[in-house]
């Protein structure tokens, strides 16, 4: 409990707020694209 609230405050300091929302359309990005790889995956599995 003591790790993850120290996560929490970590990154909800104004800094750590402004460099996610300067790269949020990358990170947005990159999960899109690693969701897409996953489902094409999905489909082209074989059961």
Sequence with gaps: MTVFTGYALLFSTEGALNA???????????????????????LTARL
Aim: aromatic share 14%.
């Design 20 to 42: 996610y929302r300067a790269a949020r359309r990358w990170i947005d990005g990159a999960m899109a694209a690693l969701f897409c790889a996953a489902g094409v995956k999905l």
